[in-house]
Nanobody, 124 residues
């Protein structure tokens, strides 16, 4: 499976940005976004299950970010609103062949496939 992420860029605080990730090669069952800020460890952002659209979010993005999917395109999206300086990071798309339950969706080791990352920079 190959994951191609896009949509990163420079945005002012309070603004919006939408990330996209397309999976090719085979159908995946759970897709997610993780991010890694400079000097910090990679952290979970959001995940969605292909079969029923069940979602999970990190507390830091709840109410501001929305993850969605397009099964026909084997793609996942991350709509990011009300962006804050602390959202600045490289965002990585990840995919699992398993339909992960909620307690596993935030665990990076559950995802076999990773994209190359797209940089999101939020400025003041």
């Amino acid at each position: 499976v190959q994951l191609q992420a896009s949509g990163g860029g420079l945005v002012q605080a309070g603004g919006s940005l939408k990330l996209s990730c397309a999976a090719s090669g085979r159908t995946v069952s759970t897709m997610a976004w993780f991010r890694q800020a400079p000097g910090k460890e990679r952290e979970f952002v959001a995940a969605i299950r292909r079969s029923d659209g069940a979602t999970s979010y990190a507390n830091s993005v709840k109410g501001r970010f929305t993850i969605s999917r397009d099964n026909a395109k084997n793609s996942v999206y991350l709509q990011m609103n009300s962006l804050k300086l602390e959202d600045t990071a490289v965002y990585y798309c990840a995919a699992s062949q398993a339909a992960l339950i909620s307690s596993w969706r935030s665990v990076s080791s559950q995802y076999e496939f990773w994209g190359q990352g797209t940089l999101v920079t939020v400025s003041s």
